[in-house]
């Protein structure tokens, strides 16, 4: 299996702030990468696919970017509604595996 | 809009069995893959299994390989999962999600998830 480390674990911000959330992958998976946001109690909602195209409805302040073994999802300015729990997660090989998950939490 | 709802979650003992439901709305759901994915409390996304648009075709990861079953019947829009010899560390939420594309394993939509307790 392929692992996935996501970091930082917790990441403190304030709202307006830029954020930078990271994935790295065992061996090369090309673009094969999602992004997924979490908030407490709900399911995750997809974000990002391919690396770096946005789901529909996700807005133009999250971005992605990368390829092979380094994976970048940036929020250009935070809003209250994106304080939540961040993963990525590939899809090159089976079984698709997680990041261990990032807290965006209120400074 | 799409909608995928979970049932089946419960307190079990351990050893025991449970089969989880998920039914599907709002989609041609014989069109597509669906996975079956956990969260044990406080932790984070574990895939657990996947099954063709047909049902031709399974896969499961290494920690529910022959203790747990995927099965879907397109005639009722249904996805389920069997699951036997029950452990602890399967006490989680369970989510059904749908493959975003076939032999593509991202996930563009998921269920509310069932909470399984595995205790005795």
């Known amino acids: 299996a392929i692992w996935v480390t996501q970091s930082p674990p917790l990441l403190s911000a304030s709202p307006g702030d830029r954020v930078t959330i990271s994935c790295r992958m065992s061996?090369?998976?090309?673009?094969?990468l999602a992004w997924y946001q979490q908030k407490p109690g709900k399911a995750p909602e997809l974000l990002i696919y391919?690396?770096?195209t946005l789901q529909g409805g996700v807005p133009s302040r999250f971005s992605g970017s990368g390829s092979g073994t380094d994976f970048t999802l940036t929020i250009s300015r935070l809003q209250s509604e994106d304080f939540a729990t961040y993963y990525c997660?590939?899809?090159?090989?089976?079984?698709?595996?997680f990041g261990q998950g990032t807290q965006v939490e209120i400074k | 809009q799409v909608q995928l709802v979970e049932s089946g979650g419960d307190l079990v003992k351990p050893g025991g069995s449970l089969r989880l439901s998920c039914e599907a709305a709002?989609?041609?759901?014989?069109?597509?893959?669906m996975s079956w994915i956990r969260q044990a409390p406080g932790k984070g996304l574990e895939w657990l299994s996947y099954?063709?648009?047909?049902?031709?075709?399974?896969y499961y990861a290494d920690s529910v390989k022959g203790r747990f079953t995927i099965s879907r019947d397109n005639a009722k829009n249904s996805l389920y999962l069997q699951m036997n010899s029950l452990r602890a560390e399967d006490t989680a939420v369970y989510y059904c999600?749908?493959?975003?594309?076939?032999?593509?394993?991202?996930?563009?939509?998921w269920g509310q998830g069932t909470l399984v307790t595995v205790s005795s």
């Open positions: 061996q090369g998976i090309s673009s094969y």
């Open positions: 997660q590939q899809y090159y090989s089976l079984p698709p595996t």
């Open positions: 709002g989609f041609t759901f014989s069109d597509y893959y």
């Open positions: 099954i063709s648009s047909a049902g031709s075709i399974m």
């Open positions: 391919a690396a770096s």
């Open positions: 999600a749908r493959d975003a594309m076939a032999t593509k394993e991202f996930f563009d939509y």
